[in-house]
């Protein structure tokens, strides 16, 4: 849509430039549709529509312009050309930068797991969803177990890589369409929609045992790094993302106080408590 209304304009601007008055120059107004195409489609694109609106251009002033020396056209018409590709690959390298940038502030560098903010942005949509289809959502949290061990004898950058170890386990084990996120130092997140409560189960176990494995294979500490996983169970909650993420946050301290590498999964809202029996 975007590339045919800026072949339009320039076709537009093309037509105003063969019919107006001796001396006036157009060629500022084709920057416009030119630049369009390189920012809103692609280098290849803004080119295209460099060469085009070049042609034009030159064809307009061919048919108002009297030169001393046809060289003088030719020169013009090229140095016009000149500046509209330089105008779309500066915007093409713009916008490439840019989604770069986007990129990484949405991408963790170290464990290539969502950034905190990327993470609450799409826990806050699932949960939207969920709200509005009544389907079940799991969120979890995950914190490792004694990591500061590997920091304190192995050194940081061996921590570093076991984070991406986990990171890049996680990521291999969720599906398309669940959410990873490295919230801090060594606590990671997960947003599972479509999952209830006994499926949420299996797969948080299936990663729990995952993320051990990877753990395990410290050496010399195997055995002494775990990973404790609290997870919220929800359906349609008519609850805040940052309350659904800190109550699965509580949960991972449960499973921590209980000896931690285990998983602690909880539906939300709790279920009604029985009616206590009447006293004899």
């Known amino acids: 849509m975007v590339a045919a209304l800026s072949f339009a304009a320039i076709l537009g601007i093309a037509v105003v430039d063969w019919w107006v008055t001796q001396g006036l120059s157009f060629s500022i107004f084709y920057l416009v549709p030119v630049s369009l195409l390189a920012w809103r489609g692609s280098l290849t694109l803004g080119l295209v529509g460099a060469v085009v609106a070049s042609f034009f251009w030159f064809v307009a002033d061919y048919n108002s312009t009297v030169y001393v020396h046809a060289s003088i056209g030719v020169w013009n018409g090229f140095v016009r050309l000149s500046i509209f590709v330089a105008a779309a ?4 390298r713009h916008r490439k930068s840019l989604g770069r940038e986007r990129a990484l502030a949405r991408i963790d560098g170290l464990t290539g797991c969502r950034t905190s903010r990327a993470f609450y942005g799409h826990l806050e949509l699932e949960l939207a969803r969920s709200q509005r289809s009544g389907e079940p959502l799991t969120v979890a949290f995950i914190d490792l177990d004694h990591f500061k061990n590997v920091n304190d004898r192995l050194g940081h950058p061996a921590g570093d890589r076991v984070l991406a170890s986990v990171g890049e386990r996680l990521r291999a084990e969720v599906r398309p369409t669940d959410i990873v996120g490295r919230l801090g130092g060594d606590e990671f997140g997960l947003v599972l929609p479509g999952l209830g409560e006994a499926a949420a189960k299996d797969a948080l176990g ?75």
Do not use: N
């Open 89 to 92: 690959v500066v915007l093409d």
């Open 206 to 280: 299936r990663l729990l045992a995952a993320v051990t494995t990877v753990l395990d294979g410290i050496d010399p500490l195997a055995g002494e790094v775990g990973a404790s996983f609290g997870a919220i169970t929800c359906q349609a909650p008519d609850i805040e993302a940052r309350g659904l993420l800190q109550a699965a946050d509580d949960l991972m301290y449960r499973a921590k106080r209980a000896g931690g590498a285990r998983l602690h999964l909880e539906l939300w809202p709790p279920p009604p408590s029985p009616p206590s029996l009447p006293s004899q």
